[in-house]
């Protein structure tokens, strides 16, 4: 039996993850007020083991206007993007603010790389109209992720590492705090918070191949649904273009932005078939379709023809050591193949969760006093249908800004209430039922099948037979986890636990996309339905709402799409 703690920690705010938008949101409360007493919670062991530090490729801001660059080009390019499904208020914040909190994180030390006049030197991206993707080499999310922990330390927030949080505490649509599983002494310990920020990044993982880390398994969605929060746009998953072969592991967008060039069977830069202007360097869905299109059409690599190459040769030894030192040794490590000499077998990967919480511009979650939701497990408005790269360490940096903003106005009114008794004791049987399994079922088969089934039928091209199969599978699923077995039956360090608990949260945010990519009858951004291929602006300029319903399954609503002055167009690249 795991008990909860009688004695709780009290503060005012407690931030739930420890990657950049964590950092961002607890350095900005306390630049308003440095009395706020924030605390950091986090499963990984520290915020540098956070997904946030695998960043490669860089971060939007426009810098340099003398070749024509602007906010407003920035602000377009975004809305296209995302297919005309971003919320454009939500997109005008975003790039208005990106070159002060990047210019903030330059000052707060963050390394990155300059041109020879000493500027932050900037890169192409894929849909970007000019080369505005600062970047660190291509290592830019950590380096980032190191100057926003400084700041951390520096401030001396207590952070709370290798602690798994199990549930908010919410009654009455009021978030008390949550309930976190304490993995080193075996307890289960109450944050009892004025408010909670949820900044537990994305979902990849329920996707067999993926770019996520291990720990992207939507616990903070899952958590916030169970507890009726509203989902937002949940069926819509980038995929891209870039993972390394069967590995999944990202190989950056920047080794595109740098120069390189996508390749099928017969040696053809087959990207001038579906964007010939922009060739390479179009937004990740359009380049994602353009590699499985080759893939099904017989001109993939290989003896089984299953994926394509990116070769980045032509770049050169010094180039590649220069701008794209990591993709080099991933690539050495992980296929035994020397980008210098040899281009790299690639296939696209699950990459960024495009649906998530629902919050308002304030980033406060739609419906419940006392709970945000910020970086990548929020339901990103401005992002659209088809996020655009490195407009996503932005959006964390815009965000941690926003929310600590808001989060200190809103602590500033509010106490503490006392804890309802009967949530605590709802949370610790829900965590002891799963501890006490006995039955014939392994977590870590439903965890692969899940898996498999979400690459197969909810992938990049979807239609109504595949995602009702899915939905079918899952919910098959969700009836064989009731009958798992834990055998580790300890307090301390139960990762057989933990792993029962993402792999639940993962068959949780499963159903919710696949049933949402099933509802949405159209193709748009990243959302590919073969039997539905037009984007239907008639019927789907709307955002998806899902809430779980009382039947246990997700039940949907809609809502406008915040459309200012880029009236939708047909968009090609
Ligand atoms: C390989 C890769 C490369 C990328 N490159 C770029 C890029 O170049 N440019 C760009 O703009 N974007 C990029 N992205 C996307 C971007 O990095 C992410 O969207 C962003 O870093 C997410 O940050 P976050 O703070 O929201 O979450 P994360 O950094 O994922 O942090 C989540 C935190 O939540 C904690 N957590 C989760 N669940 C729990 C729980 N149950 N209990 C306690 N703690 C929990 C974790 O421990 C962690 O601290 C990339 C993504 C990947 C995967």
Redesign the pocket.
């Known amino acids: 039996m795991i008990k909860i703690e009688k004695e709780e920690i009290e503060c005012d705010i407690a931030v739930?993850?420890?990657?950049?938008?964590?950092l961002m949101a607890a350095r900005t409360t306390l630049d308003i007020d440095p009395r706020i007493k924030v605390v950091l919670?986090?499963?990984?062991n520290g915020?540098i083991?956070?997904?946030?530090?695998?960043?490669?490729?860089?971060?939007?801001a426009v810098l340099d206007t003398s070749k024509g660059d602007s906010i407003e080009e920035h602000i377009f390019d975004t809305v296209k993007g995302g297919d005309y499904l971003g919320n454009q208020d939500a997109i005008r914040v975003l790039c208005e603010n990106a070159p002060r909190v990047v210019g903030k994180l330059g000052d707060w030390g963050a390394n990155f790389s300059r041109t020879e006049n000493g500027e932050i030197a900037q890169r192409a991206f894929g849909g970007h109209s000019f080369n505005r993707t600062c970047y660190a080499q291509d290592k830019?999310?950590h380096v980032m992720l190191q100057a926003l922990y400084e700041q951390a330390l520096k401030m001396g927030i207590e952070i709370y590492s290798e602690?798994?949080?199990?549930s908010l505490i919410v009654k009455d649509n009021i978030c008390h705090g949550v309930v976190?599983y304490d993995l080193n002494e075996g307890k289960l310990k109450v944050i009892h918070a004025k408010a909670v920020i949820l900044?537990?990044?994305?979902h990849?993982r329920a996707f067999f191949i993926t770019?996520?880390?291990y720990?992207?398994?939507g616990?903070?969605a899952a958590?916030a649904y169970r507890v009726g929060m509203p989902l937002g746009d949940m069926g819509l998953m980038q995929f891209h273009p870039t993972g390394l072969y069967k590995k999944g592991?990202?190989v950056?967008?920047?080794a595109r932005g740098e120069g390189g060039w996508l390749l099928n069977a017969l040696g053809e830069r087959f990207m001038a078939r579906y964007a010939p202007a922009k060739m390479e360097l179009a937004p990740r869905d359009v380049v994602s379709r353009g590699i499985q299109r080759e893939i099904l059409e017989g001109r993939g690599c290989g003896p089984n023809k299953d994926h394509v190459l990116l070769s980045i040769v032509h770049l050169g030894e010094k180039e590649i050591a220069k701008k794209l030192p990591q993709i080099r040794e991933i690539t050495k490590d992980l296929a035994g193949i020397d980008p210098v000499f040899e281009p790299i077998p690639i296939q696209p990967t699950a990459?960024?969760s495009m649906g998530g919480v629902l919050v308002d511009l304030n980033d406060m979650v739609v419906g419940t006093k006392g709970a945000f939701a910020?970086?990548?497990?929020k339901y990103p408005a401005e992002q659209g249908a088809n996020r655009l790269?490195?407009?996503?360490?932005?959006?964390?940096l815009v965000d941690g800004e926003i929310v600590g903003k808001s989060v200190a106005e809103y602590v500033k009114n509010s106490q503490l209430h006392p804890i309802p008794g009967d949530v605590l004791e709802s949370i610790e049987n829900d965590v002891n039922a799963i501890l006490n399994c006995s039955g014939p079922e392994r977590v870590a088969d439903i965890k692969l099948i899940l898996q498999k089934t979400m690459s197969a039928y909810c992938g990049i091209f979807r239609n109504k037979r595949e995602l009702e199969l899915a939905l079918g599978i899952i919910r098959e699923l969700k009836q064989r986890f009731c009958h798992i077995k834990i055998s580790d039956k300890t307090a301390t360090f139960n990762m057989a636990l933990v792993k029962a608990?993402e792999t639940r949260n993962l068959l949780t945010i499963s159903e919710v996309m696949a049933a949402d990519a099933l509802a949405r009858e159209e193709s748009r951004g990243s959302h590919y339905r073969t039997d539905f291929p037009e984007r239907d602006d008639d019927k789907w300029l709307k955002h998806t709402i899902a809430r779980l319903g009382k039947d246990g399954k997700p039940e949907f609503s809609y809502k406008p799409v915040v459309i200012l002055e880029h009236k939708p167009q047909a968009r090609t690249y």
Request: glycine share 20%; proline share 2%; charged share 10%.
């Open positions: 739930v993850g420890a990657g950049g938008a964590a919670i986090n499963k990984d915020p083991r956070s997904h946030t530090g695998a960043a490669q490729g860089g971060v939007a830019t999310g602690w798994y949080v199990v976190a900044a537990t990044g994305g990849g770019s996520n880390a720990a992207s398994t616990d903070g958590m592991v990202l950056t967008e920047a990459h960024y910020i970086g990548e497990c790269g490195s407009n996503s360490l932005l959006q964390l608990l």
